[in-house]
């Protein structure tokens, strides 16, 4: 049980060379203060890279095997039907949020997009749990607050913007002043970081407005654990062109059609981010006789790092096996894989394409505001222990 309000950030596609290179430019003392004198690590994220595996990975305590979220979006292999695993009916495990609330602890949930606040909220009952994309209809009346844009003094952001991240670490600064509740959970946005690099302007500011916040909930006195979804990087070729390799053009090239399909994992309804355009992909097969051939085109592809048999990616990256393809494909650190060219309307993207998906992507920063006790020596850190830890391996404050 929390002794003081305990504070889980999820910064959504926070690459670490984004934290060290705003350390390094000055631009955020809060974060500074912690690289010197607290708990500043990384640890590898669930995979695939990608937002819901790993929010739900976070709040969970379990990587995707167990709780079933190993996209957002897969092929339903009972309807055949390709669907948004935004869906409660998809979780198969509790989250830690719900067991806190049963044991008497008040409990808020803010995720930048709405995609996420059906899953997370899951099983809460007397909890506030909303979205800063749809802050308007956030219902803070049983706790006796609200509206939260007046509380926090914001419209509703845009979607895509970096006032949508920035909202709800605001909303969770009021809320942890007025409202003192036990534990938050605040999960960001990767609008930035799909747009801009480490170290430039935008990111550090971005980064600077984080760590004001992030400075006004220590002062507070909250226990604050920070970690990442995952990490991003740039995905273009010498020319500035995404370097995207279409692997169902050229599985239907080999097998002809009808014989695989393609999903790719990171597809959402917010594609301005990526093209749908990630470092992760499942190919399914309608006969066994294909796979071999299949594997020996797709591994000799220059872009592709990986391909797994569904048991090996099942064995290796903790994933259900009846939610991944019969291939699992996982594309290298500058590429990113597609369906065919006509899938991907690439004139929505503004900047030169970074993502994420793959393994290059699984090195996230794990980061609390205090010294950490008892931590066994041979444990290796994951992303999704950063509850475990604020709960229950918390020491001093440093000075
Ligand atoms: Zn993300």
Redesign the pocket.
Known sequence: MPKVPTIVVCI??CEPEYLEAAVSAGAVPWFSWLKEKGTWLRALSAMPS??NP?NLSIVTGSPPSVHGIAGNYFLDLETGQEVMMNDTRWLRAPTILEGLERTGCRIAVITAKDKLRGLLGHGLRNSICFSAECAGEADLAPWGLGPITDMVGMETPKVYSAELSTFVLAAGLEILRHAGPDIMYLST??YVQHKFAPGTNEANSFFATMDSCLSALDRLGAVIGITA??GMKPKVDSNGNPNAVYLQEALDELLGKGVSTVTLPITDPYVVHHGSLGSFANVYLSDGKSLHPAMRKLILMPQVMAVLTRAEAANRFELPEDRIGDLVVVANESAVLGKRREDHDLSLLDAPLRS?GGLSEQEVPLLVNRQLENIAPARRLRNFDVFDLVLNHIGPRPL
């Open positions: 959504d596609g990608f937002t790993n946005t990767d979804d995952h994420h």
